[in-house]
């Protein structure tokens, strides 16, 4: 009898997508304004997912407060009001698009929770766009 339990988390940061491979004009003609070569930011929304059986003791899947300070610890503190472009070690060479900001966040926060739980991270960039990796 699995169970999903969810944290939600939020960050604010900045990006600018980039593909350095492309001139300056191609950049703009995919992303957009999100190539803005000054960069610009978003208030994204982290829904942290696992999956897994009730504990017979405490009836909990997972304690919440463990999941909120996993998450605080190992992301939002490394994300939150940086630019991720260039604060963060993760995206020097990784156009942090939300797709890969989730599957950044998924690769982190699979060290930190034991196997025996499944792992989703869905993340909103804006309340209309997010992502969910893994996607199944
Ligand atoms: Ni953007």
Redo the contacts with the bound molecule.
Sequence with gaps: MKIAVSRKEHFNAA?R?YNPDWNDEKNFQVFGK?SNPHF?G?NYELIVTLIGEPNHETGYVYDMKLLSDIIKENIISLFDHKNLNLDTVYFKNLNPTAENIALVVWRILRQKIENEFELKVKLY?TERNFVEYPAH
């Design positions: 990006h997508l999100c610009h978003h960039e």
